[in-house]
């Protein structure tokens, strides 16, 4: 079981009506402080599932009282273990009450958790370079040494996860500055990923022998299935607070790869196999952003606000419709690249 801790800081009557409002609902654990400045503190033990209706119903009613703060931190372990209250079945209950009960509950983390930890990912820093360059690095010897295992120990790094899912959760809350934010991240790392590609293309001797090598030229509809499970496996992972790096791999398999094949084969001279890893390539990011929107979807992460809800089912009705445009372009491309031009 995963255990959130939320700490609730504001005025002591505030936090005494907070106190009050929060022991009726199904918590594991109330205390509350005072503090030195005269406010008060308010620490409540919660499933990680419960966080997100918690949080939005003290959210909607303190809010506006001045000093109001809540911060939640991850609990690793409690001694002794939080007994659970035994759910009793009411046969004066009807089920749709029973229904609407569950409905405040979410199976995974809450959407502030999410974002929080989704946005780090999408830092455009020499950290996060670093990284794409070093994974591009070991991509590279992989393919070039036709090694799968040297290409999946450069997949374990993931530095292009965290941009990707950024991007489609910005789309999933109509945040537009995380938005841009994740969107010149991701193409930072693609264009130094394909940059360091290229340069090692022209001073490393590229074997068309290598059977990995010449995978990655070949776009069919087993590799959309394999990146839309990705971009959706990738996304699962954060809403269900997964460490990234081991879903990570699932989504650079769909695109890392492919993008040092076009570097690698561009700067060896070979356009004609390089403009399959171009197509293979943008297939996959495609895939992953719109299997990150639809996932979002579905787990039900939406704004708190109701005016922003409207404005983020406006951004996500016109993103899933441009990416579900493009990928029924490249579908046509591939079907005809397959049929008419692949040299293989």
Same mark, same amino acid.
């Given at each position: 079981m995963n255990y959130r801790m939320?700490?609730?800081?504001?005025?002591? +009557?505030?936090?005494? +009506?907070?106190?009050?409002?929060v022991e009726e609902e199904e918590v594991l654990g109330v205390w509350s402080d005072n503090l030195e400045d005269g406010c008060s503190i308010l620490r409540i033990l919660v499933d990680?599932?419960?966080?997100?209706?918690?949080?939005? *119903?003290?959210?909607?009613k303190f809010s506006h009282i001045e000093g109001f703060r809540i911060m939640l931190l991850e609990v690793q372990a409690t001694?002794?273990?939080?007994?659970? +209250?035994?759910e009793e079945e009411d046969e004066e209950d009807s089920q749709e009450e029973k229904d609407e009960q569950e409905k405040k509950f979410t199976a995974r983390i809450s959407r502030e958790e999410l974002y929080a930890d989704v946005a780090s990912g999408s830092e455009l820093n020499t950290v996060f370079i670093g990284l794409v360059f070093l994974s591009t690095l070991v991509a590279g010897v992989g393919l070039v040494r036709d090694d799968v295992a040297v290409i999946i120990g450069s997949?374990?790094?993931?530095?292009?996860?965290?941009?990707n899912v950024s991007m489609a959760l910005s789309v999933t809350l109509g945040d537009l500055d995380l938005g841009w934010k994740s969107l010149k991240t991701n193409i930072a790392g693609l264009l130094a990923s394909f940059a360091l590609a290229f340069v090692m293309g022209l001073v490393m001797h590229v074997d068309l022998e290598s059977q990995q090598l010449i995978n990655k030229t070949n776009v069919n509809w087993g590799d959309i299935t394999i990146a839309l499970a990705a971009g959706s496996a990738g996304?699962?992972?954060?809403?269900?607070?997964?460490?990234?790096?081991?879903? /990570?791999?699932?989504?650079a398999v769909a695109?890392?790869?492919?993008?040092?094949?076009? /570097?690698?084969?561009?700067? *060896? /001279?070979?356009?004609?196999?390089? =403009?399959?890893?171009?197509i293979l390539t943008t297939?996959?990011?495609?895939?992953?952003?719109?299997?990150? =929107?639809?996932?979002?979807?579905?787990?039900?992460?939406?704004?708190?606000?109701?005016?922003?809800? +409207?404005?983020?089912k406006k951004a996500t009705r016109?993103?899933?419709?441009?990416?579900?445009?493009?990928?029924?372009?490249?579908? =046509? =491309?591939?079907?005809?690249?397959?049929?008419?031009?692949?040299?293989?």
């Open positions: 939320l700490e609730l800081i504001a005025p002591p +009557e505030t936090a005494k +009506e907070a106190r009050t409002f990680a599932n419960r966080t997100e209706a918690l949080t939005d *119903a003290l959210t909607e001694l002794p273990q939080p007994k659970e +209250e035994a997949m374990v790094i993931a530095p292009l996860l965290g941009p996304v699962l992972a954060f809403t269900r607070g997964v460490p990234a790096a081991i879903v /990570g791999v699932m989504v695109l890392l790869p492919p993008l040092v094949n076009v /570097g690698l084969l561009l700067g *060896a /001279g070979y356009m004609n196999l390089a =403009i399959g890893s171009i297939t996959n990011l495609i895939c992953i952003n719109l299997a990150g =929107i639809l996932t979002f979807l579905v787990q039900g992460i939406q704004p708190r606000s109701w005016w922003e809800v +409207e404005k983020a016109i993103a899933i419709g441009i990416w579900i445009a493009l990928l029924a372009i490249l579908a =046509i =491309i591939i079907w005809y690249w397959n049929l008419f031009v692949n040299p293989l």
